[in-house]
């Protein structure tokens, strides 16, 4: 039972004439449903009252129903007592004999019966207003309650946005209300004809429902650091997966592009890096499914995105909240609302950044000085044609222009959505294409999806959620290791300007001599020789029933599967280096994997006495997960005609390789919320895990949290600060896991290497392939949280403040151990990470009027980060390297001292003379060589003179998003930055390196010479080259972007009507289109090792980044 | 009632899968044994063994391990100066205690495959099976391991005897052994193998297992390397001694009348093999010799030659024209399959592309790049025959008719001519030039320069393509891994680094 509290303010003096209908309106907008009259039949009311009041038989009604009343002051007033006798009897007979002889009326809609006074209704209807009410993008708003000010005249808005209502008064005032729209009203008079009204939207309400972990929550009444992202927004700036679409908009998320070829994923670190070894990415939870697999999710069908941050959120999932945990909502059909939206956009990519190198010319004259400071004589002396003198060669080839291209991607999505209120359905489907600017790349997703909903009975509710994908991609060679197995971006950098790009024959040139000393391959080739493709078919699936006990308490079990078959195929041609070594190469696996979930949750919900809120979850949940690979090879083929199609042509088969794992979890989680008169919220949460993943001795972890949230707004102190309209302090700690290692590692398994005994057989031998570990267990997050949520001037301005330190311990760890042993690591629970940090959101609107409006949102978050143990090492270094580049362990981890260290020599300068090398360490170098620090002053430059130089994680990274509105006219700027991080720009190595076995950056025409002093730049040496690592190689990474501008137009009026359009949107918008960084590679956003904590901040030989003009049309009929 | 029913429904629902889950958290991998299920069959004692010797091709001696050591750090090669760093540090006695090639290769693939024989030697013998084959799987797993400890000792000096199988974190902080003591342990092993290994196997499925023969060989090589350059060793004697035991042996050992026949494909585990590790072609057990070692950028093998290391103008001009050796060792010339012209090579040319080549073990049958055949002779006849002549040079104080008889066979069978007249220091100096000349390639030359007590003098020697080498007398021993000094507090470092 609820007695409508006042939910608006108004004049006193009509307030209680209103109330009632304000009331009902707003109940009937609560559920978004039709008024009906019809009653669900199974309920049966039995009433023995010989003299109670109205309330009395209203309480006993919902006690033993699942009816819940509604009714305002009057009727409370009108209480008289009244008798009433009925056995098994339905509602509607129960009703008629209550009102009989009184001047209420009652309403059923669902389960909520509204009883209120009848008594205006008589009055005499003088003139009918009509109108229409659009949203103020141009959407038509269905629904909208439109009252006449003073009375009960109601009436609501058709699903054309049109109205019709017979006013009582010469004139008066119409009131508009509509959920999530700020109220208006709107005077008429006698001579008023069609009005036409626009809703403006609320900037952020409080009563938005935001999806948290198995359940969902008024934003007012969270208790855990919770971010948002609604769908309007991924739609608004159309991003090409789901993890792009947080970058920027989240406090505390940071989201780092690790390759930016088409398909390529993202790097998501949500409040810092808490392991070393195992994963650092959050839990995606699409539609309550916990999975991953982004790609395959069309970010058009997203509603919301959620992000648990603090262990409040995340401990409900347990041992994989502790990375956080990003809850994927997809769209479902609301009532009443037949909508048909066509999205689509076609856009054209092209390179970001070239990187400037020098021209044959130039190259050729660099080579010269190289080789005679090397002590040997010109190569480019004229003597013969491959050797001609510099001035007559011109530009050469610039192969970067021979491998990039502009390249066209587009988008189409057709969704369906609606329903009655029974039965609710969103279906769509949609095509997205995006081609490389790397010749011969691309990504093609093809997806369907079918949310449906359906209320069986009064009790039971089923749904169903379903997404079927085909993904299909070709990659470019790119993030390979360089020299001799160099992708297209470093072969492209490397090879020389001098070489031509095919011979005589029109085989592609392929030169190995001094010239390119790197031994990289042809760059067209390498682009145009390769076959990678990458195949994914995709079913995601999941079945719920709600079943409703008993009143407040529901019980709800889902079944899904999550079916993932891949498939690679692969074939390089004999024209290239990498093929021509086998004859062609020819390469084909497949992977089934089959995830299967069951969730059990029983839900109670209930108000007592007014002030006491409570809701209790209980749940039990099974995941399972299978995959089966296998892989086939073959190389020698006679031809390179039938690709990877047919291996059995290759004359040397490779042994084919299957493999096979399983992981399984099994939890049990407990919730429970509990709010004292909206003042005071409490949440306790509590899940236990059970892992295939872990040793026998500790297969169980339990994963508690707490919080508690003070919403200083409600208290009566605060009432009369009214421009403060919300005001919210959370605190919150937990405990929250970590099990990403793969599987079966606490095992000491038998591997099969093999020997040709025999001479030609391939014995096959067994040996153990680690230290087994029974004790191996979670990685634990303990997190302390404190936040503020601050609303101003009706929320048109909202603020969200958090801190949190973030302590992992039993860091799923692989431990050094002497390789003595015969083994170089064991994964080992030891060492301590701490993360800290803070985050602050604003969204403010800052203007809004009839025509124009202006809303921003803003968001930075800072992070510190330190190791606090290690494996018992005070430090080691650790890091991937280059192959080529022979530059490994670049990382300093140590204890006191943040992950993502780069550790390296320190550059001094570069020697100008004689007397500056006799003073320093290094006496046999040469004037124009690098000057390095002697860090410890013993008079030798070795590896005892490393200091940290450079951090690979920022300082800070945030967004600022501007959206302007004026008419139909609609504005989206949206910059993203980061600061302080560096990179280790392994590219360096190679186009600074001033040996000649490769073209170099454009800045080596300031290389040292007798003439030209350099400070920066060594000088030209080819017997020079030593690759050590230096501050040299480190830039700063930090960047400020416009990542996309969009502009658009919202039509409305009557030629929409016309041609049966609800809604039509055109906008043109431009991604990456302006970047402000000193970094001096593709892109600063790179992280060439992917998501490894470790190995951040590197940069070699990425897919490079691209930039994009797009133009797109959402139609909606 | 009703409703009572559904309740008790969903509770008997979670019971049961409550109940049915919780075994379904104990899995185990589908795709391979544990431990635990392991060593239980014949089988699995064939495939302990088969896994001890599948590290021995793969990395140790496919190419870069004890090949590099051998020719980049001693006198016979020129590594390609632009390419690996690691190797060019190597060759100029630059390196650092991180290594790969002095210290991170050689140390933790060593120790990998003693503790593939330690697993071996220890679970084995409780397997229900064959008793004589049961104690011969043991018998080779001693061979391997004293191989490596042989190799270890060699690298590093004393180092430690890890005798035992790895099961936990306890106690791996293991002290280093002195070098007799690790000398002890290679001379148990190998006694232990000589007494059971047979002197040939009849299955040619089993060719390349250890035998007596390889077993009493390599002893007599750890005898002779413990002698050093002490004429007053007795560990001469013993060297003699145990490789008079291998030429009396019975075991059919004997030299190929031509040189390049002991490098063909069809006569592996002939009659000149004493051991060898086993390479096939074109499937994953095949060797780099071919790609690797071919001209940089030369189209005659699979993909293009890589030139790792070019041949030194010393170690060349150590041929006289009539040695058949010269032909097979290097590649000086060769047909350019494109235009079917001749690209000869030179000794001198800085072009890494024109470099005169090690072509020994190269396998012109491989198609696929890095999967060449050629089996890697670790213990040849002619070895057992020079190292005879060398050791009773040195327990005789003098050539004697026997020692002459030795080194002339195998000078004989190159086509050049015998030798006679020698003091015991022409001799000893004959030998050792014979065994450059022999063995070049086969990863000799480091270690005899060292046991001898040549390589500082040899180095210094062999200055060309501006080496320049810093080296001193402390090389004579590789740093152990720093890595392996960070994580073992246990460990000395050898002096000098």
Redesign the interface.
């Given at each position: 039972m609820k007695k409508i509290a006042h939910f608006l303010l108004m004049d006193s003096a009509w307030r209680k004439k209103t109330l009632l209908i304000m009331k009902i309106s707003f109940v009937l907008l609560l559920l978004g449903l039709q008024v009906s009259a019809h009653s669900f039949s199974q309920d049966k009311i039995t009433l023995h009252f010989k003299k109670g009041s109205l309330i009395q038989v209203f309480k006993a009604i919902e006690r033993q129903s699942i009816y819940r009343f509604f009714y305002s002051d009057d009727v409370v007033m009108a209480d008289k007592p009244i008798a009433i006798m009925v056995k098994d009897a339905e509602i509607n007979d129960v009703m008629a004999k209550i009102i009989q002889g009184s001047t209420l009326n009652w309403k059923q809609v669902d389960k909520n019966i509204i009883v209120f006074s009848d008594e205006n209704d008589n009055q005499s209807k003088k003139a009918i207003i009509s109108g229409l009410v659009k949203s103020q993008s141009g959407e038509i708003l269905s629904g909208v309650t439109i009252t006449e000010k003073g009375t009960n005249n109601i009436t609501t808005s058709d699903n054309k946005g049109q109205f019709r209502l017979s006013v009582t008064g010469e004139q008066g005032v119409l009131v508009f209300t509509y959920i999530g729209y700020t109220s208006f009203e709107e005077k008429f008079s006698a001579g008023t004809g069609v009005l036409e009204i626009t809703l403006t939207a609320f900037a952020r309400s409080l009563e938005d429902v935001v999806v948290i972990g198995y359940g969902t929550s008024k934003k007012k009444d969270l208790t855990g650091s919770v971010a948002s992202i609604k769908g309007a927004d991924i739609k608004a700036t159309p991003v090409v997966a789901l993890d792009r679409a947080m970058q920027g908009r989240v406090a505390g998320v940071q989201v780092t592009t690790n390759s930016a070829r088409p398909g390529g994923e993202s790097t998501i670190r949500i409040r810092g890096t808490g392991s070393v070894n195992a994963g650092n990415e959050p839990l995606y939870v699409i539609d309550g499914y916990p999975t991953g697999n982004l790609n395959s999710i069309n970010p058009g069908d997203i509603a919301s995105i959620e992000i648990l941050k603090d262990a409040s959120a995340t401990a409900i999932y347990g041992s994989r909240g502790s990375n956080g945990v990003v809850l994927v909502t997809t769209q479902r059909g609301t009532a009443g609302q037949s909508n048909i939206n066509f999205d689509s956009y076609v856009g054209n990519q092209s390179l970001l950044r070239k990187i400037p190198l020098l021209n044959a010319r130039e190259y050729a004259e660099f080579i010269n000085e190289a080789r005679v400071n090397g002590g040997g004589v010109p190569y480019f002396d004229g003597s013969t044609a491959d050797k001609p003198l510099p001035s007559s060669l011109g530009t050469g080839t610039d192969w970067q222009d021979e491998v990039f291209r502009r390249a066209p991607m587009q988008n189409y999505q057709l969704s369906f959505s609606g329903g009655e209120q029974k039965t609710r359905y969103a279906i769509s489907g949609g095509y997205f294409d995006q081609q490389g600017i790397i010749q011969n790349s691309y990504f093609k997703r093809f997806t369907v999806r079918a949310n449906l909903d359906r209320e069986v009975s009064a009790r039971l509710k089923i749904g169903l959620s379903m997404q079927g994908a085909y993904t299909r991609s070709n990659s470019a060679r790119t993030e390979t290791e360089g020299g001799a197995s160099s992708g297209v971006t470093t072969a492209a950098i490397n090879y020389a300007p001098t070489f031509k790009m095919y011979n005589p024959g029109g085989t592609y040139y392929r030169e190995q001599g001094p010239l390119n000393g790197n031994l990289v391959d042809n760059p067209i080739g390498l682009a145009k020789e390769i076959t990678d493709q990458f195949l994914t078919t995709r079913l995601l699936s999941n079945v719920f029933a709600d079943f409703t006990i008993t009143k407040g308490l529901t019980f709800r079990t889902s079944w899904g599967a999550d079916l993932y078959n891949t498939k690679s195929n692969f074939y390089v041609t004999r024209l290239i280096g990498l093929g021509a070594g086998s004859g062609g190469r020819a390469s084909i696996g497949s992977s089934t994997n089959v995830n299967w979930l069951n969730e059990n949750t029983l839900t109670y919900s209930r108000t007592f006495s007014e002030k006491h809120s409570l809701n209790a979850l209980l749940g039990y949940t099974t995941q399972a997960y299978d995959n089966e690979s296998v892989t086939a090879n073959a190389a020698s083929f006679n031809d390179d005609f039938a690709s990877f199609n047919n291996l059995g042509a290759g004359a040397s088969l490779q042994a084919p390789a299957s493999a096979s794992s399983s992981w399984s979890l099994i939890s049990y989680l407990a919730r429970i919320n509990y709010g004292y008169d909206s003042r005071y919220l409490f949440t306790l949460t509590a899940r236990r895990d059970g892992s295939s993943r872990f040793g026998p001795n500790n297969k169980y972890g339990f994963f508690p949290s707490g919080a508690f949230a003070w919403r200083i707004s409600n208290e009566k102190f605060m009432h009369p600060v009214k421009s403060l309209s919300d005001l919210k302090l959370r605190i919150s700690y937990g405990v929250a896991g970590n099990q990403e290692i793969g599987d079966y590692r606490f095992y000491s398994t038998i591997q099969n290497p093999s020997y040709a005994l025999g001479g030609v057989s391939n014995s096959i031998g067994g040996v153990p392939s680690g230290i087994g570990n029974e004790d191996l267990k979670w990685e634990k997050n303990q997190q302390f949280d404190i936040g503020i949520d601050a609303g101003f001037f009706d929320n048109r301005l909202q603020l969200t403040a958090d801190y949190y330190i973030k302590t992992t311990t039993d860091l799923l760890f692989s431990v050094n151990v002497p390789q003595t042993t015969g083994y170089s690591t064991a994964l080992r629970n030891i060492g301590k990470v701490e993360n800290k940090g803070w985050e602050l959101s604003l969204n403010s609107e800052n203007i809004r009027n009839k025509n124009f409006s202006w809303s921003s949102s803003f968001n930075i978050a800072f992070n510190t980060n330190k190791v606090l143990t290690l494996d018992g090492r005070p430090s080691f270094t650790a890091g991937d390297g280059i192959g080529h580049l022979q530059v490994s362990n670049t990382v300093l981890l140590a204890v006191g001292q943040a992950l993502g260290n780069f550790y390296g020599r320190v550059v001094n300068g570069i020697f100008q003379n004689q007397g500056e090398i006799d003073k320093s360490a290094q006496k046999t170098a040469k004037p124009g060589d690098i000057w390095y620090k002697d860090l410890n002053n013993d008079g030798v430059i070795n590896d005892n003179d490393r200091q940290v130089i450079g951090n690979g994680y920022p300082k800070f990274f945030g967004g600022f998003n501007n959206t302007f509105n004026y008419k139909g006219f609609e504005l989206n700027v949206f910059i993203q930055g980061s600061y302080g991080n560096d990179i280790l720009n392994y590219l360096r190595f190679d186009l600074y390196n001033l040996n000649g076995n490769n073209n170099q950056s454009k800045d080596v025409l300031n290389r040292w010479t007798i003439n030209n002093p350099s400070t920066t730049i060594p000088r030209a040496n080819s017997a020079g080259g030593q690759r050590i690592l230096s501050t040299f190689h480190i830039e700063d990474g930090s960047y400020l972007r416009v990542k996309m501008i969009s502009f658009g137009y919202n039509f409305s009026g009557e030629l929409l009507r016309k041609i049966a359009l609800k809604k039509a949107r055109l906008y043109v918008s431009a991604q990456n289109l302006f970047t402000i960084t000193n970094y001096k590679g593709y892109d600063p956003e790179v992280s060439r090792f992917g998501t490894t904590s470790v190995s951040q901040g590197m940069d070699y030989g990425g897919y490079p980044s691209s930039k994009t003009i797009m133009a797109g049309v959402n139609l909606n009929f | 009632m009703k409703?009572n029913i559904?309740?008790y429904s969903?509770l008997s629902?979670?019971v049961f899968?409550?109940y049915s889950?919780?075994k379904?958290?104990?899995?185990?991998?589908?795709?391979?044994?544990?431990?635990?299920t392991?060593y239980k069959t014949e089988a699995?004692a064939k495939?302990?063994?088969?896994?001890?010797?599948?590290?021995?091709?793969?990395p140790l001696y496919r190419d870069e391990i004890i090949v590099t050591i051998n020719i980049v750090g001693a006198d016979d090669g020129i590594p390609f100066l632009?390419g690996?760093?690691?190797r060019v540090s190597l060759w100029r006695y630059n390196f650092?205690t991180?290594n790969a090639f002095t210290s991170g290769n050689p140390?933790?693939n060593s120790?990998?495959g003693?503790?593939?024989c330690?697993?071996a030697i220890l679970r084995i013998p409780s397997i229900e099976m064959d008793v004589a084959l049961r104690t011969r799987y043991v018998a080779e797993a001693k061979f391997i391991r004293a191989l490596h400890y042989f190799n270890l000792v060699r690298l590093f000096g004393g180092?430690?005897t890890?005798t035992t199988?790895?099961?936990?974190?306890d106690d791996?902080?293991?002290k280093r052994n002195t070098i007799d003591e690790v000398y002890t342990q290679i001379e148990s092993d190998l006694k232990d193998a000589e007494s059971v290994l047979p002197k040939n196997y009849s299955?040619?499925?089993?060719?390349?297992?250890a035998t007596s023969g390889a077993a009493k060989s390599l002893l007599a090589k750890a005898y002779l390397t413990r002698a050093g350059n002490n004429a007053a060793s007795p560990f001469w004697a013993q060297a003699a001694a145990k490789a008079k035991e291998v030429i009396d042996l019975g075991a059919g050992y004997d030299l190929w009348a031509n040189y390049k026949d002991v490098f063909s494909k069809v006569n592996?585990?002939g009659k000149e093999s004493v051991f060898e590790i086993?390479?096939?072609t074109?499937?994953?057990?095949g060797n780099n010799f071919a790609?690797g070692y071919a001209p940089?950028?030369s189209p005659i093998v699979?993909?293009?030659g890589?030139g790792i290391l070019r041949v030194s103008k010393s170690l060349f001009d150590q041929f006289q024209d009539i040695d058949q050796r010269k032909v097979i060792t290097f590649l000086t010339t060769y047909l350019n399959p494109a235009n079917g012209q001749a690209v000869s090579l030179s000794i001198t040319d800085?072009?890494?592309?024109k470099a005169v080549s090690f072509w020994k073990l190269a396998d012109s049958t491989a198609?696929?790049?890095?999967?060449a055949?050629k089996?890697f002779p670790y213990l040849r006849y002619s070895d057992v025959l020079l190292m005879y002549a060398e050791a009773l040079n040195e327990s005789a104080s003098g050539p004697n008719v026997e020692a002459y008889a030795a080194l002339n066979r195998v000078r004989l069978r190159a086509g050049i001519s015998p030798v006679s007249g020698l003091n015991q220091q022409q001799f000893r100096n004959s030998v050792l030039t014979e065994r450059r000349r022999e063995f070049c390639f086969e990863g000799h030359r480091w270690f005899d320069l060292v046991r001898t007590g040549r390589l500082q003098a040899a180095v210094n020697a062999e200055t060309s393509f501006?080496r320049a080498p810093t080296i001193q007398a402390f090389h004579s021993l590789f740093p152990i891994?720093q890595?392996?000094i960070?994580?073992?507090s246990s460990?000395v470092q050898n002096s000098g680094y």
């Open positions: - | 409703r559904f309740l969903i629902i979670f899968f409550n889950c919780k379904s958290l104990n899995l185990a991998p589908k795709g391979s044994a544990t431990t635990a392991y699995d495939a302990a063994v088969t896994g001890a010797y599948s590290n021995l091709a793969n632009t690996n760093a690691e650092t991180t140390w933790s120790y990998i003693i503790q593939r330690n697993v180092v430690p890890v199988e790895t099961t936990s974190l791996v902080n293991v299955s040619s499925a089993d060719i390349g297992r592996k585990g086993a390479f096939s074109d499937l994953n057990n790609t940089r950028g699979p993909g293009t890589s800085t072009d890494p592309a198609k696929v790049s890095g999967q055949g089996d501006g891994p890595r392996e960070d994580a073992n460990l």
